[in-house]
């Protein structure tokens, strides 16, 4: 009689026709799920007039963020307790229906409410279509595809401004969500008929909700103190004061996390090595990419003149060398076995793209900034494939679902993290070299005062738009004429300081990549599986190093010799 526990997966049974079919469903809900993180964006403007909510207007963003970061680690978890398609279907339905009331919304608050559902929603395709991956093909036909996901992410980056902007003024801001639910819709249908309903009892069966609980007050209040840090200082209550409160019960999770049997994040996967490096490789290249993909738009529309659509297209180089790498990468990792080599070098090869981009200046020339970003994107393509691989191949199957929601995770708490670092530097940079620049182009002293902190005296220094006009406007009329003169040489030196006060911010992410690159260097290479199962160690090492299998009589199940039996504690326990 065949243990449940180790029985042949329904997966592995589907026809090669039947896994593309799904992994196309999958790859097309996690579409929809990134294209919504970017589309919004152009939108926002018309949305926040016709709903009259100018003063909530980030949360449109932020709560969707907050509400997909925080429920990827628990979707990771109960994927593997409940399997992989319960919970991919009620996270696809709820993003739809979720997407329709977010477009039917009538007032700001609402739209709020919606676009945390849509989060809750969303936060569970990215970890758990990773994970399916995992059930379909074992860890060495796995790299042939998990390119794909960085792929999606960068093509969603790259349409995403464009489709929000022609939706928005060709229809309605409504329609931007309305148009999740054909498409949506094709990939319920695919995933409800194909995806086999797989459970493995092994897996534990337990739900930690004390743990679930805490890693929600945890996150929370920390992501809403980072992006608070747009506004605000470190030390307002509403940003130092709600992360250190995040960072309180951060403590606290972990104290939980260690003591119960079958922990929502076990801490046990920390001791895996090529998990921990992973992880950490993961979180500081997110600080890269993010720095890059949000603060080089902002040049192109206030330096270099562009508008919203065109400084997202104006990213093309950045986005197609990340599609392309990414998806080599996977294919290398594929046909080799090899990945130590080819991340390390692409993390030095990130941090040698991201200080070409400290040379940027007011006068760059956009096919040298090209360049430069597409150095940038190989180099971190293969972040967004390979880690998952590394984490696949090298815990216990049973653990694949919170592993890869564990990495997802770190990833999108590493580009929070990075972006609140890059936008302090820039602010604090942009405060000091203003003067500066205006100083050594001769400006008369009574008017760089004006200037002073980089605050254009109530102008918005940093913004798009006519800036010449709007510091001509801030002058007292009498003196505007003798100011006009001297207003293009003020508009090209704030545009310098722009510059140059960005280009300082990649500094962070140089040093962030190259401590991901000396990472690599502990990682030991361990070849990628051609079986869905670890392979066994002897039982009295299994039972030493994982808790996971315990010896019983004879008779108990097999009827001859000593079997192994699934544990009551999770595999991926401590």
Same mark, same amino acid.
């Given at each position: 009689?065949?243990?449940?526990?180790?029985?042949?997966?329904?997966?592995?049974?589907?026809? %090669?026709?039947?896994?593309?079919?799904?992994?196309?469903?999958?790859?097309?809900?996690?579409?929809?799920?990134?294209?919504?993180?970017?589309?919004?964006?152009?939108?926002?403007?018309?949305?926040?007039?016709?709903?009259?909510?100018?003063?909530?207007?980030?949360?449109?963003?932020?709560?969707?963020?907050?509400?997909?970061?925080?429920?990827?680690?628990?979707?990771?978890?109960?994927?593997?307790?409940?399997?992989?398609?319960?919970?991919?279907?009620?996270?696809?339905?709820?993003?739809?229906?979720?997407?329709?009331?977010?477009?039917?919304?009538?007032?700001?608050?609402?739209?709020?409410?919606?676009?945390?559902?849509?989060?809750?929603?969303?936060?569970?395709?990215? %970890?758990?279509?990773?994970?399916?991956?995992?059930?379909?093909?074992?860890?060495?036909?796995?790299?042939?595809?998990?390119?794909?996901?960085?792929?999606?992410?960068?093509?969603?980056?790259?349409?995403?401004?464009?489709?929000?902007?022609?939706?928005?003024?060709?229809?309605?801001?409504?329609?931007?969500?309305?148009?999740?639910?054909?498409?949506?819709?094709?990939?319920?249908?695919?995933?409800?008929?194909?995806?086999?309903?797989?459970?493995?009892?092994?897996?534990?069966?337990?739900?930690?909700?004390?743990?679930?609980?805490?890693?929600?007050?945890?996150?929370?209040?920390?992501?809403?103190?980072?992006?608070?840090?747009?506004?605000?200082?470190?030390?307002?209550?509403?940003?130092?004061?709600?992360?250190?409160?995040?960072?309180?019960?951060?403590?606290?999770?972990?104290?939980?996390?260690?003591?119960?049997?079958?922990?929502?994040?076990?801490?046990?996967?920390?001791?895996?090595?090529?998990?921990?490096?992973?992880?950490?490789?993961?979180?500081?290249?997110?600080?890269?990419?993010?720095?890059?993909?949000?603060?080089?738009?902002?040049?192109?529309?206030?330096?270099?003149?562009?508008?919203?659509?065109? *400084?997202?297209?104006?990213?093309?180089?950045?986005?197609?060398?990340?599609?392309?790498?990414?998806?080599?990468?996977?294919?290398?990792?594929?046909?080799?076995?090899?990945?130590?080599?080819?991340?390390?070098?692409?993390?030095?090869?990130?941090?040698?793209?991201?200080?070409?981009?400290?040379?940027?200046?007011?006068?760059?020339?956009?096919?040298?900034?090209?360049?430069?970003?597409?150095?940038?994107?190989?180099?971190?393509?293969?972040?967004?494939?390979?880690?998952?691989?590394?984490?696949?191949?090298?815990?216990?199957?049973?653990?694949?679902?919170?592993?890869?929601?564990?990495?997802?995770?770190?990833?999108?708490?590493?580009?929070?993290?990075?972006?609140?670092?890059?936008?302090?530097?820039?602010?604090?940079?942009?405060?000091?070299?203003?003067?500066?620049?205006?100083?050594?182009?001769?400006?008369?002293?009574?008017?760089?005062?004006?200037?002073?902190?980089? *605050?254009?005296?109530?102008?918005?220094?940093?913004?798009?738009?006519?800036?010449?006009?709007?510091?001509?406007?801030?002058?007292?009329?009498?003196?505007? *004429?003798?100011?006009?003169?001297?207003?293009?040489?003020?508009?090209?030196?704030?545009?310098?300081?722009?510059?140059?006060?960005?280009?300082?911010?990649?500094?962070?992410?140089?040093?962030?990549?190259?401590?991901?690159?000396?990472?690599?260097?502990?990682?030991?290479?361990?070849?990628?599986?051609?079986?869905?199962?670890? %392979?066994?160690?002897?039982?009295?090492?299994?039972?030493?190093?994982?808790?996971?299998?315990?010896?019983? %009589?004879?008779?108990?199940?097999?009827?001859?010799?000593?079997?192994?039996?699934?544990?009551?504690?999770?595999?991926?326990?401590?």
């Amino acid at each position: 009689m065949m243990n449940p526990a180790v029985a042949t997966d329904h997966a592995v049974e589907l026809s %090669p026709r039947a896994k593309l079919e799904i992994l196309g469903a999958i790859l097309l809900a996690l579409f929809l799920f990134a294209l919504d993180q970017t589309v919004v964006g152009t939108a926002l403007p018309r949305i926040v007039t016709d709903l009259r909510g100018d003063s909530l207007y980030t949360w449109a963003v932020t709560v969707y963020l907050l509400t997909a970061t925080i429920s990827g680690p628990v979707y990771g978890k109960l994927s593997d307790l409940f399997g992989r398609r319960p919970i991919v279907i009620f996270a696809v339905s709820l993003f739809l229906t979720s997407s329709v009331l977010a477009g039917l919304s009538q007032q700001m608050w609402q739209l709020i409410l919606f676009r945390g559902l849509q989060g809750l929603g969303g936060g569970a395709v990215f %970890p758990v279509a990773l994970a399916v991956v995992a059930d379909l093909y074992t860890p060495a036909e796995r790299g042939k595809y998990l390119g794909l996901f960085g792929a999606v992410f960068g093509l969603s980056s790259l349409l995403g401004p464009g489709i929000g902007g022609f939706i928005t003024d060709q229809f309605s801001w409504h329609w931007i969500f309305f148009v999740n639910v054909p498409l949506g819709l094709v990939s319920l249908v695919v995933l409800w008929r194909l995806l086999p309903p797989i459970r493995r009892p092994e897996a534990g069966n337990n739900i930690d909700y004390l743990g679930a609980a805490a890693f929600t007050l945890a996150i929370a209040p920390f992501l809403v103190g980072l992006t608070n840090k747009q506004t605000g200082e470190w030390s307002d209550p509403a940003v130092g004061g709600l992360i250190l409160l995040g960072l309180a019960f951060g403590a606290l999770f972990i104290l939980i996390e260690s003591r119960v049997s079958d922990p929502i994040l076990p801490l046990g996967l920390f001791r895996n090595r090529a998990f921990t490096i992973s992880v950490s490789g993961m979180f500081l290249a997110a600080f890269g990419f993010f720095a890059a993909v949000i603060f080089l738009p902002r040049w192109f529309q206030s330096v270099a003149g562009a508008s919203a659509t065109e *400084s997202g297209y104006n990213l093309l180089p950045l986005l197609l060398a990340l599609i392309f790498s990414a998806i080599a990468s996977g294919q290398i990792v594929a046909r080799t076995g090899r990945y130590k080599v080819l991340m390390f070098g692409s993390l030095v090869l990130l941090a040698a793209g991201l200080f070409l981009l400290t040379n940027l200046r007011a006068d760059t020339s956009r096919p040298t900034l090209w360049l430069w970003m597409v150095v940038t994107g190989l180099g971190i393509g293969p972040s967004f494939a390979v880690f998952t691989l590394i984490v696949q191949n090298t815990v216990e199957r049973t653990c694949v679902g919170v592993a890869t929601a564990s990495l997802t995770f770190f990833q999108q708490i590493g580009g929070t993290i990075g972006l609140t670092l890059a936008g302090t530097v820039f602010a604090g940079r942009m405060a000091t070299e203003v003067p500066v620049q205006l100083a050594n182009a001769g400006v008369p002293p009574q008017l760089v005062g004006q200037f002073a902190g980089g *605050s254009g005296g109530g102008i918005d220094l940093t913004g798009t738009g006519d800036l010449g006009k709007a510091i001509l406007a801030a002058v007292p009329e009498q003196a505007r *004429s003798s100011v006009a003169l001297l207003v293009p040489n003020i508009v090209e030196d704030i545009h310098q300081a722009f510059s140059i006060s960005m280009a300082s911010t990649f500094w962070i992410c140089i040093v962030a990549a190259l401590i991901a690159a000396a990472c690599i260097v502990f990682l030991k290479e361990t070849p990628m599986r051609a079986t869905f199962e670890m %392979p066994e160690e002897t039982a009295p090492e299994a039972i030493h190093d994982h808790g996971r299998r315990e010896l019983v %009589p004879a008779g108990a199940t097999t009827g001859a010799g000593l079997a192994l039996r699934p544990n009551r504690k999770s595999p991926c326990a401590n």
